[in-house]
Structure formats: C-alpha cells, structure tokens
C-alpha cells in the first residue's frame, strides 16, 4: 500500500477519535453542561447528523478542488470546530460545533476513499479501505479510552484538545507528501457522478451498512453507563473497556481487509449471523462483569469486520463515481450512526434499563439480515421472469471479480 494512504489514516484517526470518544464522556459532559444523559449522549448523533448532511455537500464541493487542497480544508476546518468546543461553555454551541466538525469530518473521508482508491489496483479497494479505517480503530484503541482518561484527570474538555493537536501533524503531513495533482484529482463533473449512484445494488448495500453501523454505535455510545451500573466496572476501568472493544475493532477490519475482495459473501453473512446472537447475548449477560468485557471485544471485531466490509461493497459498487461514492457510503453509515444513538437514548429514558440499548443493536442486525433476504429474493424473482436477453437484476451485489462488483 502507498505511504500517503498511512498519512491520510493519521487525519482519520484524529477524526475517529473525536467521533468515537464521547462513550467514555457522556456523564461528564452531562455534569458538567447540566443536561441529561440522553441530550449528552445526543451529540454523538449530532455528529453523525453532520456526517449525514455533509457527505454529499462537501464531496460535491470538493469536485471543484484538487484532491490536496480539499482534504487540507477539511481537516483544518475540523481542527478549529475542536477548539471551539473545548472553549465553549454552551451546551447549544458544542453541539454546533460537533455538527460543523462533523461536516468538515465527512468532506475529508469522502476525498480520502476516493484518493485512497484511484491509489491502488481496481481489485484492491478492500484493502485500500481497510487501511483508513485502520485509522478508526485505532482510534477506539488508542484514542478513545485516552480521551477517557483525559476526562478522569482533567475533565472532557482536555479530549477536545488532544483531538485538535493530533489533528496539527496530520495537516503538515498531507501538504508535504501528497502530490497536488494526485491521481484522479482533476475537476468532475457532479452530474455525471451522480449519474452513476442510481443502482439498486449500491442501495442495498448503503441500507445494510446503515442498519448495521447503527447496532454498533446504538450500544457503544452507551457502553460506559452500561459497564459502570449494570456490570459494576470501576470507573478506572473503562479507558481499559474502551481500548478493548477498539483492539476487536482494529483485528476485524484487518481481517475484512483480507477477505473484503475475494470472499465477502461468506464474511457477511457469518458476520452478520454472528453479530445478531452476540448483541443477544450481550444484553442477557449484561450484568456480569466478565461477559461486558469479553463482548466488548467480540463485538467490536464483528462490528468492524461487517462494516468495513460493506463499506468497500459500496466502492465497488460505485466505481464510476468515486468521491460521491465514498461520500454516499460515509453518509449511509452516519444515517446509522445517528440513528443507532438516538433509539439507544429513547430505549433508556423510557426506562428500559442500560442494557437496553443492546436489544436495540441486535434489531438493527436483524432488519440488516432481513433486507439482505429479501433483496436477495426479489433479484432471483426478476432473473426467472426477466427475457432471456434482458439485462441482468441488480438489486444486491454480485459475486465479483475486478469489473463487476462483488456482493456482500
């Protein structure tokens, strides 16, 4: 893989940090903001509003830029939302300004894929994706239970800032090693993008991604109340937690990086299976306190391995249209994201308990598996009525080699 896609995975670990952290600083910030946890807890799926929103409109932006000078903007844009909010004393502005880091947040990821791609061979997007979302688990990892301690020791806002100073080296890295004409950077057109988005195989698999990115977020922003009230872990301990559920994150999507390009049926469907039993049994098991943490690193692998996976389902799927590709996928998977907080959020301030959020996450992997049932049916249905000459159903991806996308 080309050094620059390394580079690039700094800024994404910067950004997955931010996105990620708020799970170990939601009590806090609802202290300290005098809000409920919900409200707290709703600006993860603030963020993910802003991603929802700004994928496409920063993506469609940035087709009048050079690839270089968009990602620089983007990135510093997101730099300056940080510091912003880790000066604020408004409740109302930090949510601003996680909606505007949120924007500039997905500008960048959609350039990023589409830079990362036009990179490596028309057969490798699997592996080129699993090398910036390495940058996202390494990021729950690493930064996201560092974010946590910083908010032990300093309170949450010491987080804002660590994200805003990883963020500077990964600017000056990106000005001085990527090219300003980098491959595929000059101007598109977006209607001719667009044009290409209009296949139901992409849909379905933007609808999974969505459904199975909103299980994992559903009950990762919720982890900490989780372990602390209902597993009895120490406070000290969820950095620990935190870090453990990023280390399954980071082996599923190296293991997806592997496999994303020549088996993704069978990685998807296992996964997705395996996904639906562990939430499960998750949420039975929620109060003992060994189970939290062995689940908190089978999930986090799981979840990653299934959602990197269909990221790059997405790429292939879209191969015409790279940067509104990379920008839809990053879209639909922030419509989980959003959607995945809030109905965890609304679970508990119905008073269903913390491990409620669980059940949430195991409903979402069963509508994922359901709509891939029935979108797999209705393309058998359409190959045995469709003519014999008549062009091929695409409601699901395909099994694939390097010209037609694979199907998850």
């Known amino acids: 893989m080309p050094m620059v896609l390394y580079l690039l995975g700094l800024a994404v670990f910067a950004q997955g940090t931010s996105e990620f952290m708020l799970s170990g600083l939601v009590s806090d910030i609802a202290a300290d903001m005098e809000v409920s946890l919900s409200a707290a807890g709703a600006l993860t799926s603030a963020f ?4 929802v929103v700004g994928a496409p409109l920063m993506a469609v932006l940035s087709l009048r830029w050079s690839r270089r000078r968009a990602l620089l903007a983007f990135l510093v844009a997101f730099l300056l939302a940080h510091v912003v909010g880790a000066l604020t004393t408004s409740y109302g502005v930090l949510l601003a300004t996680r909606v505007v880091g949120a924007l500039a947040n997905a500008g960048f990821l959609a350039v990023a894929l589409a830079t990362a791609t ?7 997007k699997g592996r080129a994706t699993s090398v ?6 390494l990021a729950c990892v690493a930064g996201v239970p560092g974010g946590a ?3 032990q020791l300093w309170g949450w806002r010491a987080a804002f800032w660590a994200v805003a100073l990883v963020s500077l080296p990964a600017v000056v890295a990106i000005a001085r090693s990527l090219p300003a004409d980098s491959p595929g950077s000059a101007p598109v057109g977006a209607r001719s993008e667009l044009g290409a988005l209009r296949s139901p195989r992409l849909v379905v698999t933007l609808l999974l991604g969505a459904l199975v990115n909103g299980a994992t977020f559903c009950a990762f922003t919720y982890l900490e109340p989780l372990a602390t009230r209902v597993a009895g872990v120490g406070d000290a301990w969820v950095p620990g937690l935190l870090a453990l559920f990023g280390l399954g994150s980071f082996i599923g999507v190296t293991v997806s990086g592997r496999l994303a390009d020549r ?9 997705s299976l395996a996904l639906l039993a562990a939430w499960s049994a998750f949420a039975l098991t929620a109060q003992h306190t060994a189970a939290t943490v062995a689940f908190a690193f089978v999930q986090g692998t799981l979840s990653f391995a299934v959602g990197s996976t269909l990221i790059a389902r997405a790429l292939y799927a879209a191969t015409a249209a790279p940067t509104l590709g990379g920008a839809f996928a990053t879209a639909a998977f922030n419509i989980g994201a959003a959607v995945g907080p809030w109905a965890g959020g609304r679970a508990i301030d119905a008073g269903l308990g913390y491990r409620s959020p669980l059940w949430v996450s ?3 992997v069963a509508l994922a598996l359901m709509t891939a049932g029935g979108a797999a049916l209705v393309a058998r249905r359409s190959a045995r009525v469709r003519p014999a000459d008549g062009p091929p159903a695409d409601l699901t991806p395909g099994p694939g080699h390097t010209s037609v996308p694979p199907r998850p």
């Open 362 to 364: 195991a409903l979402l």
């Open 263 to 271: 088996r993704p049926l069978p990685l998807l469907v296992a996964g």
């Open 132 to 137: 910036l979302l390495g940058g996202t688990t």
């Open 48 to 51: 993910a509003a802003g991603m």
């Open 149 to 151: 301690l910083l908010g």
């Open 118 to 124: 036009g990179l490596v061979a028309p057969d490798a």
